[in-house]
């Protein structure tokens, strides 16, 4: 569906919302009119911070052990990260930029060699290369091993694949294959399997599915061979069962985890790169899933993440839509389906990525969002109207 025919399709839906609805009642007409739906307006825009050239992904995380969230950014055109150290209230510190690997593509975190600091683990899509930063717990990295990849990695998964209590690493390599790297426990790695299958992997992510102890793989497929979602079961060893493939929208970039339905069983959340559109896909709880149901938000959807924005106890999404310049909020119905139209608001220039943070200091809260604005070489915060942080006088716009 083009952009202007999905905005017609907006359009058609939020009219006939309003709509008066007829019955006929022993012979006589009684109408009602129906409200159309007013999506709460529950974010705004609070600052933005400068990072690196064409941030790409955006990472949270406690990287100095004062219990306040800290950004990551991966800039791939500058060949650098960018770490924001956080005040704990919304506000962060200006960058500190580090040079890395030849285009950082994406990252991940996690605690490599048990040091009780977060390292990092890169995907360098310019130099064929798994790049590792080993944490010194102030914020600050040491250089680690550099594992050649074949051929050109966009994004990686890490969880312990094997059962041996270290984590490991999943790779989406741009030529149609799938590379484990497997944690020694020391801030190495060393050659898991490796799978060819699907179209242009986008995404690789990892959970147990069916409960049986196993971690299990969730490859999203962008090439236009195949448009679908891989599910690969884990053996419990490092290696995955032949996949199953579910339908999800055109070209899908990336797949994450969620409850919509309230089942407490594991459901995805597919973003599509053509049609404008994302995928909910219910689970079943044994690692199967029913179709997928397909949703609009704006032009050009390239990351989303789910949380219960307005305190419903049900799922939403929060979708960063790279043409349009904007962000957009939609309130769930419980079911894997969202109520419209979404409350959308204004970003910088393409906004590429978006994580959800805490501000530690007003207590229960989860009003962050942080924006990986690739456009403008900046990261966007936006907080939630419940809180008010006092302290403002750090942002730089």
């Known amino acids: ?63 100095n052990h004062d219990s306040f969230t800290d950004l990551v950014t991966t800039n791939i055109a500058s060949n650098t990260l960018s770490i924001l150290l956080g005040n704990g209230d919304g506000t962060f510190h200006d960058q500190v930029q580090v040079h890395v690997c030849q285009e950082p593509r994406a990252l991940v975190m996690d605690d490599f060699n048990h040091d009780g ?13 798994i790049s590792i930063l080993l944490g010194r717990g102030n914020g600050r990295f040491g250089e680690g091993q550099h594992y050649p990849v074949h051929r050109t990695p966009v994004a990686l998964a890490t969880d312990d694949v094997n059962g041996d209590r270290h984590p490991d690493l999943v790779v989406a390599l741009r030529n149609d294959k799938v590379k484990i790297l497997l944690g020694t426990g020391t801030g190495e790695f060393r050659p898991g399997a490796q799978y060819e299958y699907g179209d242009t992997p986008t995404s690789v992510a990892l959970s147990d599915l069916d409960r049986d102890g196993k971690v299990d793989l969730v490859v999203t497929n962008g090439g236009p061979m195949s448009n679908a979602v891989s599910i690969w079961l884990g053996n419990g060893d490092g290696s995955f069962r032949g996949p199953k493939d579910y339908s999800a929208g ?49 032009a050009g959807p390239n990351f989303g993440l789910a949380r219960d924005f307005n305190g419903d106890r049900l799922m939403d999404v929060a979708i960063v839509n790279l043409q349009s310049s904007d962000l957009s909020i939609l309130f769930g119905k419980g079911d894997g389906t969202f109520h419209y139209p979404p409350k959308n608001y204004r970003t910088k220039s393409g906004p590429f990525a978006i994580s959800s943070f805490r501000v530690t200091m007003t207590g229960e809260e989860e009003p962050g969002l942080a924006i990986a604005d690739n456009g403008s070489g900046s990261v966007s915060i936006f907080l939630h109207r419940g809180v008010k942080p006092v302290v403002q006088s750090d942002a730089k716009g």
């Open 1 to 63: 569906m083009s952009v202007s025919s999905l905005r017609a399709f907006h359009a058609v839906r939020f009219v006939l919302g309003a709509l008066s609805i007829c019955l006929v009642l022993g012979g006589l007409i009684a109408c009602s009119k129906t409200e159309p739906y007013n999506p709460p307006d529950l974010f705004y825009y609070f600052a933005s911070y400068k990072v690196g050239k064409n941030p790409t992904t955006i990472t949270t995380g406690d990287l």
């Open 117 to 129: 600091h977060a390292d990092v683990a890169l995907a360098c899509s310019g130099g064929d290369e």
């Open 250 to 298: 055109k070209r899908p970039l990336g797949g994450s985890f969620a409850d919509f339905n309230n089942d407490r069983n594991s459901d995805l959340l597919v973003i599509n790169g053509e049609g404008d559109s994302f995928t909910t896909l219910l689970g079943n709880g044994d690692a199967t899933f029913r179709p997928g149901k397909d949703s609009g938000a704006n």
